[in-house]
């Protein structure tokens, strides 16, 4: 199913490509991040919960506002 994870602290491409590795390191594909509109979407399995989502985030050092589904 396709996720849009809202994120703080983002400010370049840098933090774009920590956030790309990270959601992947959880098994996401197809991930796209606005560095302008502070979300990063991904197509993710039923099998990684939102909470597994926001810990890879978090100790990739950034702050998630919510997750939906896209």
Do not use: R
């Not at 400010?11 to 996401?28: I, R, Y």
């Amino acid at each position: 199913m396709k996720k849009k994870i809202l994120i703080e602290g983002m400010s370049c491409s840098h933090c774009a490509n920590h956030v790309t590795e990270a959601l992947k390191e959880v098994g996401a594909k197809d991930v796209s991040v606005s560095l302008d509109k502070k979300f990063a979407t991904a197509e993710i399995g039923d099998n990684v919960s939102d909470e597994k989502i926001k810990a890879a985030i978090t100790e990739a050092g950034y702050d998630v506002e919510g997750i939906e589904l896209e």
